[in-house]
């Protein structure tokens, strides 16, 4: 008997249309919610392949792999109608077998990720191999340009340091009087890193204390001045031939005459040095997590935009008018009331605020509110951009819709 309702059950299925195992509740990473910038190219990229990055990234670490090429560079984040997002960054890679991202979410520590082969959609063209050892080059316009804005710049020591992706990046100062030596700055070299600027910064003509010190443009784990002093001076900064990390010598010169002379170096490491006052990093495994509410809104998301110039045009988020956002407490009823629907196909016309998106960190769902007006009621219906499925509210959930939301 069991054998022969079985063709029946899966005809009636499939007459409805309906799977018996829909769930109406199903969070994913949803293109919708996510700006998706190439940092390489400075465009707008595929939200598809935002939505693909964050499932990758949220997938167990891997241990490095070597003798890797870098691809593109990317950073995703939530629409500015959600300001808490910390957003991720994160990296293409490519041996000669397998594919990564080296991801980093500001919140857990950076780390591999290895990519299947269907989902391996990324640009495999203009890959480049990393440096072996840090080396100096001139400064390419836009360098010059973000440099030139730094008033106490002095643009004559203006390089740019083509790096490798292990280790960390140290630079140093050595009086050439005394012999003493000093670290003045650190960066945690990997994937991310590729290229940064390096400068003379000083305020020796302007205020006491006088200082020196060494900037790089880039994400510094540490940083501190190597000259200060009481009297206004001049600097000189002569360039070495480079090797053995040699960046240069400077002179600092003060009012009454007497000079120093410092000896440049930047090298990599492999470990941090010690010693040094280098906080640990407060977003690293910290108790974070985003907020989790509805917001029912009658437009899409904008969405960041590139301008001509490199420039990020950041999308204004709704006005009041344009959305409602629940509470805690009301998405999670919100919820529950969805999860008693029942999935079947929609009526009736689109709603004047037709969007209904649901945030659980960092996933999402969205709906399109359909309202199926009859003589003596008005049955509602939720239709899953991404399922592209709908559902029918009970009375409750359309109550709940029709009178507490004032959706019409």
Known sequence: MMRQLIPVVIGAVLLSGCSPDVKPIEYTYLPEVY??????????????????????CATKRVAPPKDYVVGKQYFINLVSQFPESMGEQAVYLKTKQDRFLYCHDYVSKPGYHKLTPEQDRFPSSKLLKPEKDITFQPLSSDFKKSISSFRNSLMTSARQLSLPTTGYLVARATNEQTKQTVVTNVIELTPFVGVVPIFLESNIQMREPYEVQLNLLGQQRYQATFHSSKERSTIDFEEAPHADGTYGTVTVKEKSGKATRYKLTVKQEQQLPSGLDIPPDDLYDADYSLPRFAIFHDRP???????????LNQADPFPLEGY??????????LVRLIEDSEETERKGRLAERPYLTLLNKGKAQQFKIYLDRRVKKTDVYLEDVHRKISFKLSAAGRDLLLETYHIK
């Not at 390489?40 to 693909?52: N, Q, R, S």
């Not at 998301?301 to 420039?311: H, M, P, R, T």
Request: charged content about 35%; glycine content about 6%; hydrophobic content about 35%.
């Open 35 to 56: 700006d998706t910038m190439n940092l390489t190219d400075l465009k707008e990229d595929d939200p598809k392949l935002g939505a693909l990055i964050k499932q990758v």
């Open 301 to 311: 998301f904008g969405k960041l935009k590139f301008e001509a110039d490199g420039s």
């Open 324 to 333: 409602i956002e629940t509470s805690l407490e009301e998405s999670k009823q």
